[in-house]
């Protein structure tokens, strides 16, 4: 195989990244090399390997500049990539096969990559949806979804990736894997009785397609396992969990190739779900009217082994789903120091959705204090709950139209230059996905039936299990990493300020070491957020309301607010009072109060 010369790529990639305003440090280059290096390797690994590249240090850039000078030099290198969206794998396609003169017209576009298409009924027949999977062999790099990449393998047809024809009709190997962002790697579902029914009506109808008119020898069994578990939430009265029906059970080969070949429908992941509710359980709720479904989640088995596997993840450090497969994460030698990143904490409030939804009155004081920050800051990146976000919005309507919010909701996806401008980011509250999420995910990624159980303390939910509780805090503190970055911090020339509300310490901590040379700083609303208005509430209120250059004596003060002399001097010692008249400005002159 030949090489490609990576000072080329690497000149390259730094001559680029600074055009586009970035710093290129020499650790920078040197993770670029190592990086290059490997995917350069013909020794297979025998673990995944995670590069952890920062956000906004360039990974996509990389591996597009890796292609294109790969498959110009080498005519028997071969890859699979993946990427998160059908645009990024349809753009990528684009950038391998271009054809530029050297005046930069676009000539016969090059036969080096092919992008697989998912099957959307508008667009293509399911004939030409499955004719691609042969035209990609014609092709030496194979550009698909994780999505994609997930739906062969767990049906186990990813094999059909393996090689390719070259320009002489002889097969080549691809074993280069290169995922570009965290891999799919567990589903969730809900299974009910009509969905199994459902598909014990397409499984069978699969087999009498494939096989004339007579039923498919792994029917009767798959049958059998269908009806214990159609029984088993049949019989289902409480919130509770089913059991496993066989631990140890798996699809037969033959049902899932046949499965994966001829399914047409529009729940294709339904075989899959099946097999982990059997193998697993799930945790049953109550639909309207009372019927009961099961919540399953599906691990995602991938052949790492087969290939030389890399995947490019910059939160994998902090990321629970890489917990229990082993996975080689490797860092950058020198990180980023984030000198311009100031995390401003408050731990007195969670802001939880249910928070919000037993005390409506909170949207105005939160909304209050959004404008508040906002006006400091060029551009503001708001983060809340999306049942709630209209309401929100309603409020920030004037900061809205001028530009100086931007909102958004918590899980929105990852990738985006929507908030690249903002130079601060207010994140009101945390999206946990259930009591049950958590133990149903954390059993799939480690093939263990794991306990439910957990209590509620003021920090909010702890899961008995360590594992449990571990895949929570990691997952909760990976996507507000992710979220942070959608600022750019990395890139930016001026001060960043996030703003963080949660009562758990360790999570605010992982947090804030996942941005070495940060600076953290304690952050009291002057809002009452929660709670009843106290009379601290009152003064601040007082405090704010003052004119500029007005003076007046604290007995005039606490006697308007209906508290006593010593209620008044207390006060003076409230955090938020104190913080109140740094911010409106307000000193103390003996026994008067002036605001300058």
Not at 125 to 149: C, D, G, N, W
Not at 517 to 534: A, N
Not at 539 to 551: C, N, P
Request: proline share 4%; with cysteine.
């Amino acid at each position: 195989m030949n090489a490609i010369q990576l000072p080329a790529v690497t000149h390259e990639f730094s001559t680029l990244m600074q055009s586009r305003g970035q710093t290129v440090s020499h650790g920078d280059l040197e993770f670029v090399s190592l990086i290059s290096a490997a995917w350069q390797s013909e020794r297979t690994n025998p673990n995944p390997i995670v590069f952890a590249a920062e956000c906004g240090f360039g990974k996509s850039t990389l591996l597009e500049l890796f292609l294109r000078h790969k498959t110009a030099s080498d005519p028997y290198f071969g890859a699979i990539i993946v990427k998160q969206k059908r645009d990024e794998v349809e753009a990528l396609s684009v950038a391998i096969n271009r054809n530029l003169t050297e005046d930069g017209r676009e000539q016969v576009r090059y036969r080096r990559a092919f992008a697989i298409r998912g099957y959307d009924p508008l667009q293509m027949t399911y004939r030409s949806y499955r004719k691609q999977f042969e035209r990609q062999a014609y092709y030496p790099v194979v550009i698909m979804t994780a999505e994609m990449l997930a739906r062969q393998s767990s049906m186990r047809l990813l094999d059909r990736f393996s090689s390719f024809y070259d320009g002489d009709r002889q097969r080549r190997p691809r074993r280069l894997l290169i995922i570009d962002e965290r891999p799919v790697i567990t589903r969730n579902h809900s299974v009910s009785v009509e969905d199994v029914n459902r598909l014990i009506v397409d499984v069978r109808a699969i087999g009498l397609r494939k096989y004339n008119g007579k039923e498919a020898n792994y029917f009767r069994e798959f049958l059998e396992y269908a009806q214990r578990l159609r029984h088993e939430i049949e019989s289902c009265s409480v919130a509770a969990r089913i059991e496993p029906v066989d631990f140890e059970y798996t699809l037969p080969e033959e049902l899932r190739k046949d499965w994966g070949d001829d399914y047409e429908g529009d729940n294709f992941d339904m075989l899959g779900t099946f097999e982990s509710a059997i193998r697993f359980g799930g945790a049953v709720s109550f639909r309207r009217g009372g019927v009961p479904v099961v919540s399953v989640s599906q691990r995602i088995y991938y052949e790492w082994t087969q290939y030389n596997s890399f995947i490019l993840d910059a939160t994998a450090k902090t990321d629970p789903y890489y917990a229990s497969d082993k996975f080689d994460v490797i860092e950058a030698p020198t990180p980023h120091l984030y000198r311009n990143v100031y995390f401003n904490v408050c731990p007195s409030e969670n802001l939880s959705r249910s928070f919000f939804e037993a005390h409506p009155q909170s949207f105005d004081e939160v909304a209050a204090m959004v404008k508040e920050i906002a006006a400091k800051q060029r551009k503001t990146m708001v983060v809340f709950y999306k049942e709630h976000l209209s309401r929100l919005e309603e409020l920030l309507a004037e900061e809205i139209e001028c530009g100086a919010v931007l909102t958004k909701h918590f899980d929105s996806g990852r990738a985006t230059n929507e908030y690249k401008d903002c130079d601060a980011a207010i994140f009101l509250g945390w999206l946990l996905k259930g009591d049950t999420y958590y133990p149903q995910v954390a059993s799939a990624i480690y093939s263990e039936l794991l306990p439910l159980d957990h209590d509620i303390n003021i920090s909010g939910i702890r899961y008995s299990d360590a594992r449990v509780e571990s895949f929570k805090t990691g997952e909760l503190v990976t996507e507000r990493i992710q979220d942070v970055h959608r600022i750019r911090p990395r890139s930016s020339t001026y001060p960043i300020n996030v703003y963080l509300f949660h009562r758990d310490g360790e999570i605010i901590r992982k947090i804030i070491e996942s941005f070495p040379g940060s600076i953290r700083r304690e952050f009291t609303p002057l809002r009452r957020l929660s709670g009843k208005v106290t009379h601290a509430d009152n003064l601040i209120g007082y405090f704010q309301k003052m004119e500029s250059g007005q003076r007046t004596k604290s007995k005039e003060i606490y006697e308007s607010l209906g508290i006593s002399a010593r209620q008044f001097s207390r006060l003076q010692e409230d955090p938020r009072v104190v913080e109140a008249m740094r911010q409106y400005r307000v000193i103390k002159d003996r026994t008067f109060y002036s605001k300058l």
